[in-house]
C-alpha cells in the first residue's frame, strides 16, 4: 500500500478538525436573526433598485447613511 505524503495527511487533519468543531454541537446552537443583520441586505437590494443611488439620492455614496426611528 503506497503511503501518502505528509502534506496532504497534515491537510486531511486540518480539514477534519476544522469540520469537526463546527458540526459538533451545531443542533444545539440556538438559531435566531435579529433585524439588524436584515438591514445590509434590505440597504443593497434598494441600492440596486435605486440605479446605485442610496436612499437620499447621492450616487455611489461613500457611507450609507441610516435613519433613526424612535422607539
Do not use: C, W
Amino acid at each position: 500500500m503506497k503511503r501518502l505524503p505528509l502534506d496532504t495527511v497534515l491537510g486531511l487533519l486540518a480539514l477534519l478538525t476544522f469540520a469537526a468543531t463546527r458540526l459538533i454541537g451545531l443542533a444545539q446552537y440556538p438559531i435566531y436573526f435579529f433585524t439588524d443583520e436584515a438591514a445590509n441586505t434590505v440597504l443593497a437590494a434598494e441600492f440596486l433598485d435605486n440605479g446605485f443611488r442610496d436612499q437620499f439620492g447621492q450616487l455611489f455614496p461613500r457611507t450609507f447613511r441610516t435613519v433613526r426611528r424612535s422607539a
